[in-house]
Each structure stands twice: as structure tokens, then as C-alpha cells.
């Protein structure tokens, strides 16, 4: 199966293994958007918001290109700050276009709590609780 993996960029450094993982069980993976160069945003969005805002469309129309490329995607959720099962804007949009197109969609850990609870629950996805055997 190819899967896109989504995610905030806090959860990067998760991402190495999760993609060795599924890999070693036959899968495809694509990597986050950014995920080569995870600061550039940052960079982009101090020294010069217009640039940061094409930028940031850019990203937009390349993770729907992403999404419909795959059967799938995992969404890595996890524990940001004070929130937990963490899912921000783009990773949110990266679920609704996956739901759209009728992807499936795994979740690494429950549905968040919080404004877009209902919403995501109502995208069905399969929540593995860490287990990516039931990547399938």
C-alpha cells in the first residue's frame, strides 16, 4: 500500500521510524511536506510574510497532490504542549482531502479532543494506537 505520512512538524522525528516500519512490512512512503527542510517555514514566515504566504499555498496544493498519489494516510498524533493526540491546520486539511477522495486514513492515537473532534471522528478513521500492523 503507499501512505502518505502527515503530520505537525513537532512530530519529524518520529517520522524516520514510523517510514522504516512501514517499509520493512512492504509498504510505500511519502514523506511529510517540508520534511527535508523543516526550518524553512519558519525562515520564510520572519523575514518576509508575502513570501511565506505563496509559500505556504505551494505546500497546500503539494500535499493534495500527495494525498490523491496514495492509498492512504497515517496521521501521527501526538502529544503537543498541553494538547493531546495533537492535529494542527495543515494536517487537518491533509485528513479532509484524504476523506474527499475516500482515502483511508490511520490515526497513530485517538481522535484529539478539542473544536474539530466531531469532524475528524466523522472521517472514520482507523485509530491504531501505535500499531502499524494494522496499516493494511
Known sequence: ????????????SKVGAIRKALEES????????????PGREDGLKAGNPERHAAWKAEMLREQERKVRANDAILVINEAKGD??????????LE?????????????WND???????????????????????LVR
Do not use: W
Request: aromatic share 14%.
Open 26 to 37: 512492504g509498504h510505500q512512503v511519502t514523506l511529510p511536506n517540508s520534511f527535508d527542510d
Open 95 to 107: 485528513m479532509f482531502k484524504a476523506f474527499e477522495l475516500g482515502k483511508k486514513i490511520f490515526l
Open 1 to 12: 500500500m503507499k501512505v502518505f505520512i502527515c503530520c505537525s512538524r513537532s512530530f519529524y
Open 83 to 92: 494538547q493531546e493526540n495533537y492535529v494542527g491546520g495543515a494536517t487537518f
Open 111 to 133: 481522535v484529539p479532543d478539542g473544536m474539530l473532534r466531531d469532524e475528524i471522528a466523522g472521517f472514520a478513521p482507523v485509530v491504531i494506537k501505535r500499531d502499524l500492523s
